[in-house]
């Protein structure tokens, strides 16, 4: 048993496990605090007394029995983890509502339509700007909301459709056919960079999932009138924070893509069919396509 428990405690310190469970014992533990108190008003020193008392008896109990301590722990482990499970879906779906997928695409087509008007407007400013500095003023103000006409209801969304629109009308070719090949043309440093760019943007999308379960869970509790506004604040910040750096890096993984089809999109066509892009690009994408 001393052994089993040695590898548990060796398990418990690696870092994936340290970074799914703590978030989750502290939702465990604010949680369990908001039943405890239940409706009652934790601001009157009775309440808090009676709160403290009853803690200090539980905690005796523990001491007493160390098996129902072990048990105790472990349960909040497990618990934590589940949770941590349940933030992980959330963040999956919080990323497929971010890249708009077809479940989450249709009921927001009213997004759609205003960013592809808003876009149109000031594409329109750009194209009668008689001086320099309005054309750029313009300019920003368009690619701020989408570098190519929007077809998307988020900006993440639309800044990966830009990025193929764009290699496309360069290039002619399908990023989504083209990538995979080009990629075996890159060194393993840029790999490196692709590879945290994503991470990076996986990992935005579970901050932004654990926000979304402490929200939902707070917002839950509130309704059914107990604390649980420290899981409203928590899960506000989360989802406020995971989305803005989950937007920073969707469009830099974006901007990276891109940059590397500039530079190597030549090699990749040169040795599909022996021609320099975007000359062979459409080629290039019917032989990867291979008729899909």
Not at 202 to 228: F, I, M, N, P, Q
Request: contains cysteine.
């Amino acid at each position: 048993m001393n052994a089993v428990f040695g590898e548990i405690g060796k398990r418990l310190g690696e870092k994936w496990v340290l970074l799914l469970s703590l978030p989750g014992v502290l939702f465990v533990s604010l949680l369990a605090g908001a039943v405890a108190v239940g409706d009652r008003d934790w601001t009157r020193e009775a309440v808090r007394r009676e709160l403290l008392r009853s803690a200090e008896r539980w905690w005796e109990r523990l001491s007493v029995h160390p098996a129902a301590a072990l048990l105790f722990l472990a349960g909040v482990l497990v618990a934590a983890y589940a949770v941590a499970l349940l933030a992980q879906v959330c963040g999956i779906a919080v990323r497929a509502c971010w890249l708009a997928a077809v479940p989450f695409r249709w009921p927001l087509f009213w997004l759609t339509r205003l960013r592809r008007r808003v876009w149109r407007r000031h594409h329109d400013k750009w194209r009668r700007a008689t001086t320099d500095q309005g054309r750029a003023e313009a300019a920003a103000r368009r690619n701020a909301v989408s570098l190519a006409p929007p077809a998307c209801p988020t900006w993440m969304a639309d800044r990966m459709a830009a990025l193929a629109t764009r290699v496309r009308g360069a290039y002619r070719l399908d990023v989504s056919f083209s990538w995979p090949a080009l990629r075996t043309l890159l060194p393993l440093d840029l790999c490196g960079a692709v590879d945290a760019a994503q991470a990076a943007f996986e990992r935005s999308a579970r901050l932004a999932g654990w926000g979304v379960l402490y929200l939902g869970t707070g917002c839950w509790l509130t309704v059914a009138d107990r604390h649980g506004w420290p899981l409203v604040l928590l899960g506000a910040a989360s989802a406020v924070t995971g989305w803005a750096y989950g937007r920073a890096s969707a469009g830099a993984l974006a901007a990276l893509v891109e940059t590397l089809y500039d530079l190597t999109a030549d090699q990749l066509v040169a040795a599909l069919v022996g021609r320099p892009a975007p000359a062979q690009g459409e080629i290039a994408s019917e032989t990867l396509r291979k008729g899909a």
